[in-house]
Antibody
């Protein structure tokens, strides 16, 4: 079964850090660009970042540049999102998705609050 | 900052037809923006419906179709079913980055 499973969400204080993971199964993970997409409570979808198959190319939405870092480990079929200097406005469900946005995980909730 | 705008809400009767649009603040939407469309129901992850303007995924019902219309991307639902009630998002590609539309809440009434 083709599947993406996110983990690592939780409650963190403003200014803190968190690392999200996304584990892929059922397809050849190393063949695809991967993205992170987030959705604040009651709000719309926001594309956050993406990474190329070998990790050499990355793009970010302006609001997270310099604070978030995307990475991957193809040997572990895993995608990561290192989030630093977290702000209240980063509170959201974070989804990982494949290159064509045809496969999505179930999401992991990140809450930034004191 | 690029903004992608959709109708906030639309209402359609069962069996009816409704068209959702997706406009870019940078100008006319073309196939080079590779428009995608997604459906999201409460508490669920988004589900892909359309990519590259008009190509359906294997699981996309035939009543969903994508196109370009008057400088915008468009999603048409024909023969609407009650289960089509959901939020719909478009996604445009801007040469490296992507921007989701503001979303359209479709009510089937």
């Amino acid at each position: 079964e083709v599947q993406l499973v996110e983990s690592g969400g939780g409650l963190v204080q403003p200014g803190g850090s968190l690392r999200l993971s996304c584990t892929a199964s059922g397809f050849t993970f190393s063949n695809y660009w991967m993205s992170w997409v987030r959705q604040a409570p009651g709000k719309g979808l926001e594309w956050v970042t993406k990474i190329s198959q070998d990790g050499s190319e990355k793009d970010y939405v302006d609001s997270v540049k310099g604070r978030f870092t995307i990475s991957r480990d193809n040997a572990k079929n895993s995608l990561y999102l290192q989030m630093n200097s977290l702000r209240a406005e980063d509170t959201a469900v974070y989804y990982c998705a494949t290159e064509a946005f045809d496969i999505w995980g179930q999401g992991t909730m990140v809450t930034v609050s004191s | 900052q690029t903004v992608v705008t959709q109708e906030p809400s639309l209402t359609v009767s069962p069996g009816g037809t409704v068209t959702l649009t997706c406009a870019s603040s940078t100008g006319a939407v073309t196939s080079g923006y590779y428009p995608n469309w997604f459906q999201q129901k409460p508490g669920q992850a988004p589900r892909a419906l359309i990519y590259n303007t008009s190509t359906k995924h294997s699981w996309t019902p035939a009543r969903f179709s994508g196109s370009l219309l008057g400088g915008k991307a468009a999603l048409t639902l024909s023969g609407v079913q009650p289960e089509d009630e959901a939020e719909y998002y478009c996604l445009l590609y801007y040469g490296g980055t992507h921007v989701f539309g503001t979303g359209t809440k479709v009510t089937v009434l």
